[in-house]
């Protein structure tokens, strides 16, 4: 027999024996150490408890957010349409007006001079010369006329009618008994209607 070879074996056996004593000894630490503190030794793995994130409830709120987006949009272009179709109602109702009414101006200035005209003709003539001026005056006074009622000019009519804030101006009262209370008696200056606007009320007395 080798005294060399059985002392190598004796070694050997020695190791191995001095191994598992060891490790026995480390693996009664590790039970004291988590039996002590409840945690895991460092080194060791452990199942973790954090929630993983779910796609489909990403994807659900996602949409959500996209649809109250688009709520919003649409309610946005509402808005809008509506202040559009009000814009291009009015416009249009300003066109319409300015279309009716478009002589105002014109017909305002030339009230005056139409006032001239009927205050002349009742001068009365007391000879040839007149009568025919008067007659010249008349047909110019009443080319006048045609031309405004053709623009849609209408006189208002004052006496014997009732009085009318919106259509008469009451300058006068005075008390007749061939009229009623309230009543127009009197007309000083003619009053105008074009179309159905008043461009110039009728300058009245009032019974009263």
């Known amino acids: 027999m080798n005294p060399l070879r059985e002392v190598s074996k004796l070694t050997k056996e020695q190791n191995n024996t001095i191994n598992e004593e060891v490790e026995i000894e480390h693996n009664e630490q590790v039970e004291l150490t988590e039996e002590n503190t409840g945690e895991p030794v460092v080194g060791e793995s452990e199942p ?9 409830d ?9 649809k109250a987006k688009l709520e919003e949009a ?4 509402l808005r809008l349409q509506a202040d559009f179709d009000n814009f ?4 249009r109702i300003d066109q319409e007006a300015s ?13 005056p001079a139409l006032d001239n005209f009927e205050r002349a003709m009742k001068v009365e003539a ?6 025919a001026l008067l007659q010249g005056m008349d047909m110019v006074y009443r080319s ?5 009622k053709k623009e849609g000019v209408e006189p208002i009519e004052a006496v014997g009618k009732e009085f009318d ?17 309230n009543v127009v008696t009197d007309e000083f200056q003619k009053g105008y209607l074009l179309k159905d606007r008043v461009i110039r009320p009728s300058m009245v007395k009032v019974n009263q």
């Not at 649409?74 to 272009?77: V, Y």
């Not at 291009?88 to 416009?91: A, L, N, Y």
């Open 48 to 56: 973790t408890n954090v929630a993983e994130s779910n796609p489909v």
């Open 58 to 66: 990403e994807y659900l709120q996602e949409i959500e957010q996209l």
């Open 74 to 77: 649409d309610n946005r272009i």
């Open 88 to 91: 291009r109602r009015r416009t």
């Open 99 to 111: 279309e009716k009414y478009r002589a105002q101006k014109l017909i305002t200035e030339l009230l």
């Open 126 to 131: 007391d000879n040839e010369q007149t009568r």
């Open 144 to 148: 006048m006329v045609d031309a405004l």
């Open 165 to 181: 804030p919106h259509l008469h101006q009451a300058v006068m009262q005075g008390e007749d008994e061939n009229y009623g209370a």
